[in-house]
């Protein structure tokens, strides 16, 4: 139902508009006022809106292509991490795999070259000796660390009483 149907429904009586007397539909007031107000601009306005929906479009197509290269960018850096993550989880086993396999060579190492001593009680020569290397090795130790000697002796005795 357009608006002259309805009007006519209502038995409103039509009258003329300026201009004549010719009735007008919505539709034409509608093109008479958006004529009316456009009239005005000229060539130049008018080419220079068209550029300015052409740059939207043009800026519109630019921001989707950024996202879109983001996406791809956000995807490649999540598949790095994960490539860096299994680089990291095997290299850990190659340590391990490493040290396991220098502590079989050196428990190996120990049972053929058994020291002469090994079994044998120790003396006070050999006891004095052992107090002196332990406390130059722990202020070697401290230095190493930038630690107190006292520091280092309360560590060690932490881990020998856990």
């Known amino acids: 139902m357009s608006l002259d149907d309805s009007v006519e429904d209502k038995n409103y009586e039509r009258k003329p508009l300026k201009g004549g007397s ?52 956000k995807t490649n850096c999540e598949e790095s991490f994960n490539e860096i993550g299994f680089l990291e989880d095997e290299l ?37 000796q052992l107090r002196i290397e332990f406390h130059n090795a722990l202020e070697e130790i401290a230095k190493i660390h930038g630690r107190s000697y006292g520091a280092i002796e309360s560590r060690i005795r932490k881990y020998w009483n856990d």
């Open 92 to 128: 850990e086993k190659t340590q391990i795999r490493h040290h396991n396999l220098h502590a079989k060579e050196r428990s190996k190492s120990s049972i053929n070259n058994r020291v002469h001593n090994a079994g044998a009680p120790w003396n006070e020569h050999e006891d004095r």
């Open 22 to 73: 010719k009735m007008k539909t919505f539709e034409d007031l509608v093109c008479d006022i958006v004529e009316e107000k456009f009239k005005d601009l000229t060539n130049k306005q008018l080419s220079s809106i068209n550029n300015k929906i052409r740059e939207d479009r043009q800026l519109r197509k630019d921001v989707k292509f950024f996202i879109d290269e983001l996406v791809k960018l």
